[in-house]
C-alpha cells in the first residue's frame, strides 16, 4: 500500500521540501464500513492538506491507486497529519433501514446513514431550522417519517400540519405527537387550512413565550433553565 500511494503522490506533484513526500503512518479500515480504507500519513515540511483536498489532485490519486472515492480529512489532534478515506467504489449505500436503536441511544436525531456506516446526527441546539426539498418520489416522506420518529424518541413535541395528505404518512405517530392539524374529513378544504394556520400560530406564540420566559431568567436560551420545557417539532 505504501509504494501505491508514494506513486500516487508522485504523480499528483505532492511534494514537500526537499521532494519529500507524505509518510504512510497507519492502515486500517472503518469498523462499520469495512469495504472503507482508512490510512494517516504525516506531511512533509512544505505541504498541507489544502494541496492534497484539490479535486484534480484527488481524481489523480484515485486513479493511480484503484480507487473510485478518495477522502482526505484533518487527523484530530494531529495537525501535521491527514486522514485519507479510500474504496475501490462508492461506499454510499443506496438504501439503509432506519437505526432505531441509535434514536434511543443517542443524543440527536439520526437521520441518515455517512460513509463510516454510523448515523449522521441532527442536532436541534446548533440547527434548529430544517428545509426538505426534493421532486416526487426523491424520499422526502420517508426522511419526514425518520425525523418524527426520531424527535419523538428524544422527547420532543410534535405538531403535525398535513392539509394535502391528511398526515397519512405518519398514522404510526398519531397516538403520540400533540397535535394533528388539516386531517379532518368532515371538514372543507379551507377550513382545515384554517385549523393548520391557527396550529401555526400557536407554535409561534409558544415559542414567542419562551423568550421572554429564559430572556427575563437571564438565561440566553430556553434549554439552560434549570427545567426546560420539552422542544416542539413544527
Keep these: 500500500r505504501s509504494l501505491d500511494w508514494e506513486q500516487a503522490f508522485m504523480d499528483a506533484k505532492l511534494l514537500g521540501a526537499g521532494g519529500l513526500l507524505p509518510a504512510l503512518q497507519s492502515v ?3 469498523p462499520d464500513n469495512p469495504d472503507v480504507e482508512v490510512l494517516e500519513f504525516e506531511l512533509p515540511s512544505g505541504m498541507d492538506i489544502s494541496m492534497l483536498r484539490d479535486k ?10 484503484g480507487n473510485e472515492f478518495v477522502d482526505i480529512r484533518r487527523t484530530r489532534g494531529k495537525p501535521k497529519s491527514v486522514t485519507v478515506l479510500a474504496c475501490v467504489s462508492d461506499p454510499m449505500p443506496e438504501r439503509v433501514g432506519y437505526d432505531f436503536d441509535a434514536a434511543a441511544a443517542v443524543t440527536g436525531i439520526p437521520l441518515a446513514t455517512g460513509i463510516e456506516g454510523s448515523p449522521i446526527l441532527l442536532n436541534f441546539n446548533t440547527n434548529p431550522h430544517l428545509l426538505l426539498a426534493g421532486v416526487t418520489g426523491g424520499g422526502k416522506s420517508s426522511w419526514a417519517q425518520a425525523l418524527v420518529y426520531g424527535t419523538l424518541s428524544g422527547g420532543f413535541e410534535v405538531v403535525l400540519i398535513d392539509p394535502t395528505k391528511g398526515a397519512g404518512d405518519f398514522a404510526f405517530a398519531r397516538d403520540y405527537v400533540s397535535f394533528v392539524a388539516g386531517m379532518d374529513p368532515e371538514k372543507s378544504e379551507l377550513e382545515n387550512l384554517r385549523v393548520a394556520n391557527a396550529a401555526v400560530k400557536a407554535v409561534y406564540a409558544e415559542g414567542k413565550r419562551r423568550i421572554r ?3 427575563a ?6 434549554q439552560e433553565m434549570p427545567s426546560p420545557p420539552r422542544p416542539i417539532l413544527l
Excluded: H
Design 28 to 30: 486500517e479500515t472503518l
Design 56 to 65: 484534480s489532485v484527488r481524481g489523480k490519486l484515485g486513479a493511480t491507486t
Design 213 to 215: 420566559e429564559y430572556v
Design 217 to 222: 431568567a437571564g438565561y440566553g436560551n430556553y
